[in-house]
Every structure is written in C-alpha cells, then in structure tokens.
C-alpha cells in the first residue's frame, strides 16, 4: 500500500499553488472597451502573483492579482484593436478576446488665465489649458473654429487668444478620433479702468491730464463731473468747453483741459466705451 501522507502533502501543495502543472485559461474580459486610466478585469486562471498581462507588445502588471482574477488599468497607447495575453511561469497565454482601446474623451480641468483684459498684451493673451485625456494632435477651439496651438511642458496645450470682443467665450479640445471636451468659459472683459491721472505739459491756455489705465477705445469718451468729452486720435473734436480728449493707445489717454482757476478742484472722472461700459469713478484734484 502506498503511502498516504506523500500524496497528502503533494494534494496540499497544489491546492496552495494552483498555478502549479495547472493549465491557464482566459473566460472573459469585462469590460471588452476602455480608454486608458480605466480598469480591467480578467477573468479564468488559475493565475499566480507573478502573472503579467500583455496587452498588444506592452507588459502590464496587474494592480491586484487572485487566483480567478487579473484586474490592470489600461496604460496610455494609440486607440485601437489589441491581442490581450497572459504571461505566467516562462509561458505566454493566449486569450480568445481581442480588446478594444477607446480614444480617451478630453476633459480640461482648467484656463489659466481664464479671465483676459481686451487691452493685454500679447504674452498676456497667451492661455495654457490644463487637463486630462488629451491626446497629440488635440485641436483647440474658440468659439467653435480652431486656433492655432501647441503642446507645453507645463500644460496640456496653449494658445495664443485672438482680438475677441468683450465677453464670455467658449474653449473646446478635440482629440484626434472626434472626442470632444465639453466647453470651459474663457472671459475677455472690456471694462475701463482708470488707474492715475498726472498733469503733462502746460500751454498757453490748457494744459494736459495723462490717464492712465486698461480697456480704452478710440471711441472712448470722458465724463469730467458728468459733461462729456470726446475722442478722436490724431484729431480734436472738440466740445463746446473746447476741451477734447486724445486717444494714445488702450491704456493711455490724454485730456486736454482749460484750467477754470488756479486753485484745486475735486473732479470725477469716468471713461465710457461704446455699449455703455464705464469705469469706476476716479477723484482727482486739478485746476
């Protein structure tokens, strides 16, 4: 009679190593399609704590590894069609699934900045997208049509923001295969701003007031105590005062005032654009 006790141990070995002598199979890939960053199980076995997944030519190592089941996430690669296999003890396990990597869907997670002056320069109009899921060759969209854009190291994408009239406007990513991101708000605000007033030059009978600021038109007007004083550049449409106000560029202006008396006088100053957009008042005391 043979003995008992080797077949007892050689029983108990096999069942703590099931993966032992024992032949592996593939039942089912749940889900079939992913994109990467998502998780996926595999299903059969017996596996062992060593086994590896292969996905295409790429060599995966599972985040939780049981005896039925194989979870992984599914790394960055091209979208497409993938032979999966399973590679334990110096053999490579073929499975009858073929898995599907799904383009990733673009989300951005944020604008930076998300919120523009219309008079910025140009480094100021460039805006750096940070997100996830984009994939080279990602379009960027404003306001439906796409702009140029390129890859940073320390973002996603950026682009360089067009001459956008004030207001809110829609950014979108789209990735190579048709994914869309949904849209992030990008705001261009066209408020003046007022930010000091100095006196220039005096003349014979003015002398000039340099305003400085953001946001200012070349139809930008003056409001000095409430009476409205135009612009025009390079020109002097002039009010009945005389006095007329000349546009440098969106961040500076002009008033060539007449002095009422040699004293100070507290005056409130406001610049209004077209549309009604005005700025905070601002005090100063002049002649």
Not at 181 to 208: A, F, K
Not at 228 to 236: A, E, H, L, N
């Amino acid at each position: 009679m043979r003995p008992i006790l080797p077949i007892l141990l050689s029983l108990l070995f096999l069942c703590l190593h099931p993966g032992t002598g024992a032949a592996l199979e593939i039942t089912a890939l749940t889900p079939a399609a992913a994109s990467p960053g998502e998780a996926v199980a595999v299903s059969g076995g017996p596996f062992d704590e060593a086994a590896r997944v292969i996905l295409g030519e790429v060599e995966i190592i599972p985040d939780n590894s049981a005896p039925r089941t194989l979870r992984f996430t599914v790394p960055s690669l091209p979208p497409g069609d993938y032979a999966l296999a399973v590679y334990q003890q110096d053999k490579l396990w073929p499975s009858p699934f073929i898995f599907h990597l799904r383009e990733p869907t673009p989300v951005i997670t944020a604008l930076n900045p998300a919120n523009l002056d219309e008079c910025a320069d140009e480094a100021e109009h460039r805006v750096a997208i940070d997100g996830t899921g984009i994939r080279p060759g990602a379009l960027v969209l404003l306001d439906g049509a796409v702009v140029p854009s390129a890859a940073d190291a320390g973002a996603s994408l950026y682009f360089t923001v067009p001459i956008l009239p004030g207001g809110l406007h829609e950014v979108k990513v789209v990735n190579p295969g048709g994914t869309s991101s949904l849209p992030r708000t990008l705001t261009v605000s066209d408020i003046p701003v007022i930010y000091s007033v100095q006196e220039g030059p005096n003349r014979v009978n003015t002398y000039e007031l340099h305003i400085s600021g953001k946001n200012f038109r070349y139809v930008s007007a003056l409001s000095v105590n409430g009476l409205r004083v135009t612009s025009r550049s390079g020109g002097d449409l002039r009010t009945l005062q005389g006095e007329y106000l000349e546009y440098i560029d969106c961040r500076n202006l002009i008033y060539h005032r007449y002095p009422y008396s040699g004293e100070l006088k507290r005056v409130s100053l406001q610049v209004i654009n077209p549309g009604g957009r005005q700025s905070p008042v601002y005090h100063v005391s002049i002649p």
